[in-house]
C-alpha cells in the first residue's frame, strides 16, 4: 500500500469538491479503512497533526485556512504531512482544538456561546466520530444472534450500549457492518444517537427531554442515561410527517418505534433522496413509510401542501442547517463553507429555516405536535428560531427544547411546540 493513496483522495477532494464519504466509497474496499482514518483524522485536526509531526504547512493558523482548496492541493507541506500521517501507523494525537478550526468559524462560536464551550467544541468536533446502529425491534429482540454475528466478524471494533438511546448500539472508530446479511435484512441502520433521540423526541417529546441540555457541548450527566423500555413500547401508531426527511434515516427510526403502524410520510425536494429512502426502507421490516417528493419552487410547494393541512399528529421539520453539529462526519465541509445556503429559494440559512418552518406547520392536527431541530448549534438557527416561532406561530405553544452533543453523539438542537388552534 503507498502513502499516495492518502494525496490522491486528498488532492480529489481538492479537485472535485465531492464529500469525504462519496469519495471513500470509491476507494479500494482494502484501502477504504486506513485512508478513511488517517484522512479523516488529518481533515479534523490539521495544525494539531502538523504541530505533532513537525510540519510547518502555516505561518501562521490563520493564513492556512485562507489558503482555497487549490493552493491546499498544491502544497508540499500538506503532502508531507499526509505521508507521515500514513507512515505512523495511527500513532497520533485523536483530539486538536481551536486551531484545527477556521478562524471566522470559531469567533462565531465564542460570540454565540463564550470561550469555556467553544474550546468544547473545538476539542469534541476534532475528535474522531464513533459508529452508531440503531437496532430494529426484530434485532432487539434477538440480541443474541446478534452478538454472535459481530463477534464472528474480523478487525470489527467492541460496541458497547448507547448512553442515551436504548436502541443505539455504539462502536469506537471505524466499523464495516454494511456488508452483512443481517444490515441486508434490515435488522439495524446506521444512525448517530443524537438522530436517534431526535427521532424518540418527535413522537413523545417528554420521554427525551430530560437529555436535552440548554446549552451545546456540556458533555453527560451521570443520571442521563434514558432506558425506560416500557415507555418505548407503548408509543402510539400516528400520522407522522417527516417534512426534510432526506434520506430518511428518521423518519425510518419512526417507523419502527410505532412498530410497523401508523403512517410516516417522509418529504424532500430532491428526488435523489427520496429514491435513496425508498431504497432503505426496503431493507426494512416496516412498510409504513412512504416517501413524497415535494414540488421545489414556493408556489408548486404551497399548492401540494394545502390539501394535508392540520393532518398529522407529528410533523418533525429536521430543518436544512449549517451542520455544525456533524463536523465530525463531514470534516471537508469546514474548508469549503459558503456564507449562505444555496437553497432553491435563494435565502440567507435563517430565513430559510423560517420559510420551511412557515410551510410545514399547518400540517399539525390542533393538538398534535410540531418539532423543529437543527443539527447546528448557532444562535440564529437555534433559540433565536424558538423565539421566532414563538413571535410568528401564536397557535403553537413551546413544550420543550434543548441541545444534546457534540460529546458522545453528533451535535442536535430540538425544539416541540403544541398546536393550540
Ligand atoms: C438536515 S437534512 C435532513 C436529514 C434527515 N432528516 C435525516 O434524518 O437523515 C435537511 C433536508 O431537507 C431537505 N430540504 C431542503 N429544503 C426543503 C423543503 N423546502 N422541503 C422539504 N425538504 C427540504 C434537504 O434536501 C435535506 O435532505
Known amino acids: 500500500m503507498k502513502s499516495a493513496i492518502l494525496s490522491e483522495v486528498f488532492a480529489e477532494i481538492c479537485e472535485t469538491q465531492t464529500h469525504f464519504d462519496t469519495l471513500l466509497s470509491r476507494v479500494h474496499p482494502l484501502q477504504r479503512a486506513k485512508v478513511a482514518v488517517y484522512l479523516g483524522a488529518f481533515l479534523r485536526r490539521p495544525l494539531t497533526l502538523a504541530d505533532h509531526f513537525k510540519i510547518k504547512i502555516a505561518e501562521n493558523p490563520e493564513e492556512f485556512w485562507s489558503l482555497n482548496f487549490i493552493k491546499l492541493k498544491k502544497s508540499a507541506a500538506i503532502h508531507e504531512l499526509l505521508k507521515k500521517i500514513w507512515e505512523s501507523g495511527g500513532d497520533f494525537p485523536n483530539q ?12 462565531e462560536w465564542r460570540a454565540d456561546w463564550g470561550d469555556e464551550i467553544t474550546k468544547k467544541m473545538c476539542m469534541f468536533l476534532s475528535q474522531d466520530p464513533l459508529t452508531t446502529i440503531r437496532l430494529h425491534r426484530v434485532a432487539r429482540e434477538n440480541e443474541e444472534k446478534l452478538k454472535t454475528t459481530f463477534s464472528a466478524m474480523e478487525e470489527l471494533p467492541k460496541f458497547r450500549l448507547g448512553k442515551y438511546s436504548i436502541l443505539a448500539r455504539v462502536f469506537k472508530g471505524f466499523a464495516k457492518l454494511q456488508k452483512t446479511d443481517l444490515f441486508e435484512q434490515g435488522w439495524f441502520e446506521v444512525q448517530d444517537e443524537g438522530s436517534q433521540v431526535m427521532s424518540i423526541y418527535a413522537l413523545e417529546s417528554d420521554l427525551m427531554k430530560s437529555v436535552l441540555s440548554p446549552l451545546p457541548s456540556v458533555g453527560p450527566k451521570a443520571d442521563m442515561v434514558f432506558f425506560d423500555k416500557a415507555a418505548l413500547q407503548n408509543i402510539a401508531p400516528r400520522t407522522v410527517i417527516d417534512a426534510c426527511s432526506g434520506a430518511g434515516g428518521k423518519a425510518l427510526a419512526m417507523a419502527d418505534l410505532m412498530r410497523g403502524q401508523g403512517r410516516v410520510f417522509a418529504y424532500d425536494v430532491y428526488e435523489k433522496k427520496i429514491l435513496s429512502l425508498r431504497k432503505r426502507s426496503e431493507r426494512s421490516p416496516d412498510r409504513n413509510v412512504q416517501g413524497v417528493l415535494i414540488k421545489p419552487s414556493i408556489a408548486g410547494r404551497a399548492e401540494q401542501l394545502k390539501e394535508f393541512h392540520a393532518s398529522a399528529d407529528r410533523v418533525l421539520i429536521d430543518s ?87 460529546y458522545d453523539t453528533d451535535g442536535f438542537f430540538m425544539a416541540s411546540f403544541v398546536r393550540i388552534k
Open 96 to 107: 486538536g482544538s481551536e486551531i484545527d478550526f477556521p478562524t471566522a468559524l470559531v469567533n
Open 320 to 406: 436544512p442547517c449549517g451542520g455544525h453539529g456533524v463536523l465530525r462526519r463531514n470534516p471537508d465541509s469546514k474548508w469549503n463553507r459558503k456564507p449562505h445556503s444555496q437553497s432553491v429559494d435563494h435565502l440567507s440559512m435563517d430565513e430559510l429555516q423560517q420559510k420551511v418552518v412557515m410551510d410545514y406547520a399547518p400540517l399539525t392536527k390542533v393538538g398534535g405536535e410540531m418539532i423543529y431541530g437543527v443539527c447546528t448549534f448557532a444562535k440564529k438557527e437555534t433559540l433565536d428560531q424558538v423565539e421566532w416561532i414563538k413571535q410568528n406561530l401564536p397557535h403553537f405553544e413551546l413544550k420543550s427544547y434543548g441541545f444534546i452533543g457534540p
